[in-house]
């Protein structure tokens, strides 16, 4: 999906505002500086178009200031995405520390959106249209706090993405599509590289407006693939690196544009927490999975023994994911990628058919039917896989699962179809 960044100083309402846009209340939190979030990202649905969107308001380089902070936003904003939408206090107006995030946004050449919030009256409406001035476009009087204007900005930013997502994925014949991700120095750009060789062409951002080669491809195995953000693994971008907010934002925007993400981790180094969050991120965008252990010259048998406790423990959640230990720097093992991108494709997009799903299901629960609640008994009555790409299972009960049975169900669906490389989704529907 498209990718719509939001920026504005705290308290301009950009976070009610945003919550807004992706229609819930809950989503984001307080514009507080220094709050560090665990999710940056939000799909939204407007008009039947999904899109992303990026707040860029939990970065936080606290010590540098307001102006320097709000001037970073902006730039991770034309980094990653397609639109920005600069939310501006009308009956504040510009400040000394915005000046520097029109400039950034002018010069990007990406579309820019201009909310001006916080319109509660005629007053301040006529206030907003001073906002021309900046020369950002006409400016939109919106107040997030009443949803006033929201329907008319967000037919704006709709009309600001482009039309169709610039990649998409049932675009059926286009090269397939990799994000490498992992913590910094797990080896990502060693990797990259290696698969590289000479063999590399740029490719630039479909819009055509963005200063940055984004990504590459690259022949491998007999076909063409698209790697996804390279910038971001080859560039050590001066003013963002090393923040680890900066990481997650560009780490999630690359999955998100991806089909299936490489998770490289060094595999000489006890898995981290920040590995853990990067799964997380893996496993909430339903994405295909290849795990790369890098770094592989450094393993010895004692880290081998560590590695493999830590990976029953630290990994179980993506136990289906192909896991491949590679050593970048040589290219040792680099030929056994492909096999395993391709077998966590195939299971992403493995469709079951009715019948035979329905089969699978009848013998399942004759066999293991489900524990008996104060005295009820849910049963699973039909089944349906409604999507691939990853794999969505619709279950018709006549009551609400346990837990441990839908995990059992998923655990049985592996069993019996493989599903290898891609995570799982079940719905269940009671039919109470
Ligand atoms: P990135 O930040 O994830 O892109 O990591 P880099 O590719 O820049 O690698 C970080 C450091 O690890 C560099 O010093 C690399 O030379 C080193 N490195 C990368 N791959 C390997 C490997 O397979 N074995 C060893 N011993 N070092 C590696």
Known sequence: APVLAVVGRPNVGKSTLVNRIIGRREAVVEDKPGVTRDR????????????????????????????????????????VADAVLFVVDAGVGITDSDEAVVRILRKSGKPVVLAANKVDDQRTEAEAYGLWHLGLGEPIPVSALHGRGSGDLLDACLAALPETPPESFTELGGPRRIAIVGRPNVGKS???NQLAQEDRVVVDDASGTTVDPVDELIQLGGREWRFIDTAGIRKRVKTASGHEYYASLRTETAIERAEVAVLVIDGSQSVSEQDMRIIQTIRESGRALVIAFNKWDLVDDERRYYLDREIERDLVQVQWAPRINVT????????????????????????????????????LVAEHPHPVRSGKQPKVLFGTQAATAPPTFVLFTSGKLDAGYERFIERRLREEFGFVGTPISLEVRPRE
């Open 40 to 79: 940056v990202s939000y799909d939204a649905v407007w008009n039947g178009r999904a899109f992303t969107v990026v707040d860029t308001g939990g970065w936080d380089p606290d010590a540098r200031g307001l102006a320097k902070s709000i001037a970073a936003q902006a730039e991770i904003a034309v980094q």
């Open 328 to 363: 970048a720097r040589t290219g040792w093992h680099i030929d056994r990628l492909v096999p395993a991108l391709e077998r966590a494709l195939e299971g992403w997009e493995t469709r079951i058919g009715t019948g035979q799903l329905n089969s699978f299901l009848g013998r």
């Open 190 to 192: 060693s990797l990259l």
